[in-house]
Every structure is written in C-alpha cells, then in structure tokens.
C-alpha cells in the first residue's frame, strides 16, 4: 500500500460511484458531482510539479499531496479544479483518487501515465516531458506556486498539512478510504455561497465531455 494510507479504497468491495443517464457522475448515498478533466490533464499537472524539483522525482505521497493542494486552491479562487476526479478521505489525509490509481497501475489509463511516468518504489519520476497542451497558464502558475510555496515542507508537514482540512476531518473514518463529497470541499474552501453554480458547472462539464467523447 505504501505511504499513502492504510485502507482499501472500497472496503467490501463496495463500488460508491456510478454515472447517471447523461453522464454525469454521482457518489451512491451521497448524492453528489465531481470535475473529471481527463487522464492527460493529470499527467501533465503532475509533469508540472515533478519539473519542479532538480532531479525530476519526488514520492508519490509527496505529489499526491502537491495536486491536492492545487486542485483544492483553484476551487478556491475560480470554482473550479485542475485535474478534479473524486476525492477521498485516507489515513494521510485528502487523495485525488484517479491520480493514487494511475500510481498504482490500477487506471485503465496507466499506459497514458506510465509513457511519461515512472514509479520506483515510494518515488515517482518524469522520464517524458507531456509539454502542458491541457493547462493553462493561470493553472500552471498555480502548480508552480505550490511547489514553490512547499519546497521546504517535508512530506509528512505536508500530510499534517491537509489533515487540518475541514473535508477531511468531516469524511475520514479510520481504516477506511471515504468519499468526500464535493459539496464538502466547495464550503471547505468559501465557495459556500456559489455552491449550486459549481455543481452546475461539474454537471455540463462532464456532459460536453461525454458526448464529445473527450479524449482521457
């Protein structure tokens, strides 16, 4: 399991995520909606973040932590994330679960992951450079910024870091890996009083992105 965390993501086997008639996905029992942007879009976010660093690897807790903490400071300020997917509470705090998985080399996607990234023990490295034709420049100043801003936080700071996250004490249950909610993270940050638009914008996110058939 490495560093991450000390839970299955779906204990019992449960699956906690389906997609209704448009598209659109919900978390079973929670009833809620998230960005999914792609499988490109996270790896070039993460190339960002691992250009970054002087030897092109950091681990993946490390990264993991960093692509939480941008995602979470776009929703912030704009409404919205950079590479979304759904979030879940794990014992070292908040997970975007879609990058854990494409770490792991459980994602349909890892061939896409795997060309440009690889995994060496609790390490990942940048061995191809995607270039950044999926983010914008205000994304990746935001990605470049937190790097910069957590340079001289190490790894388990950064971990303490995102336990302090209200989503996260809200959701986490011990042994487990939990959904959280997007709403949960909306309020989390402020975004309180636009939590219907960003929901919105998630719904019509995903549907433009299923009948275009976006590429991953």
């Known amino acids: ?21 448009q598209g659109v996905v919900y978390c079973r029992g929670i009833d809620t ?3 999914r942007f792609g499988t490109r879009k996270i790896v070039e ?9 002087a030897y092109r690897r950091m681990s993946y807790l490390r990264l993991l932590k960093l692509l939480y903490l941008a995602d979470r400071e776009t929703l912030r300020e704009v409404g919205r994330p950079i590479v979304g997917t759904r979030p879940v509470a794990m014992k070292h705090g908040p997970v975007l679960s879609e990058v854990l998985d494409l770490v792991k080399g459980e994602h349909f996607d890892e061939p896409i992951w795997s060309e440009f990234i690889r995994r060496d023990g609790y390490e990942v490295e ?37 336990h302090a996250f209200e989503e996260w004490a809200k959701n986490y249950r ?17 975004r309180a009083a636009d939590r219907e638009e960003i929901l919105q914008d ?15």
Do not use: H
């Not at 034709?133 to 937190?146: A, M």
């Open 202 to 216: 998630a719904r019509e996110t995903e549907v433009i992105r299923k009948f275009f058939g976006c590429p991953t």
């Open 33 to 35: 909606m998230y960005f």
């Open 174 to 190: 011990e042994g487990t890996s939990t959904p959280i909610p997007f709403e949960d993270m909306i309020e989390a940050v402020g």
């Open 126 to 162: 940048l061995t191809k450079d995607p270039g950044v034709l999926t983010l914008s420049r205000y994304e990746i100043g935001v990605l470049t910024k937190t790097a910069e801003a957590n340079r001289d936080t190490d790894d388990w700071e950064l971990v303490q870091k995102t």
């Open 45 to 53: 976010a993460a190339a960002t973040l691992l250009r970054s660093e």
């Open 1 to 21: 399991r490495g560093p991450v965390g000390g839970a299955e993501r779906n204990p019992g086997g449960r699956d906690w995520f389906s997609q209704n008639a």
